[in-house]
């Protein structure tokens, strides 16, 4: 998953806007093979709760929750790609459409759940991301870390 510290984003399907924050995060959300609905949990207490949002003295020491932002979430299984042999990218690690789709919706729904104002955008869709990267201040993070690597 992959986190972008955003003054505002929006994304587009077939020329018209689908979802849309002010400030906040961008969530470029890949779900991999093996996969759970714990795994959405934590990526979204992780979302919720990472604290990447400067505080009064200008330090990053709010989370997006704390500091009253959005998340957009879009979906993307390029995240999944192993460039390791060849020049063409394997997307072997991608998980299947359909479950991945329903991995995507516990991750929205578990930010919602907190009070989050989540937006979206269409799964399976070409989209056009459109984004004012603040910072810029971008994340990566682990899908290790969930299983404690």
């Not at 849309?20 to 714990?38: K, M, N, P, Y």
């Not at 949990?41 to 992780?46: E, I, L, S, T, V």
């Not at 937006?119 to 990566?140: C, H, K, Q, S, W």
Request: one cysteine or more; a negative charge; proline letters at 3%.
């Amino acid at each position: 998953m992959l986190l972008q510290r955003v003054a505002r984003a929006c994304v587009r399907v077939d020329g018209r806007d689908v979802g849309a924050i002010g400030a906040g995060l961008l969530v470029f959300l890949g779900i991999e093979r093996g996969d759970t609905v714990d795994d959405a949990r934590w990526f979204a207490q992780r979302t919720a709760e990472l604290r990447i949002f400067a505080d009064a003295e200008g330090r990053m020491n709010r989370s997006v929750e704390e500091s009253g932002g959005a998340v957009l979430v879009v979906s993307q299984f390029t995240l999944a790609a192993s460039t390791r042999r060849g020049r063409r990218p394997s997307f072997d690690a991608a998980e299947d459409p359909g479950r991945a789709e329903a991995l995507y919706g516990d991750f929205v729904d578990a930010l919602r759940h907190r009070g989050v104002p989540t937006a979206t955008g269409t799964f399976r869709a070409m989209m056009e991301v459109e984004l004012v990267n603040d910072g810029p201040v971008t994340i990566l993070l682990d899908p290790k870390e969930a299983a404690g690597a």
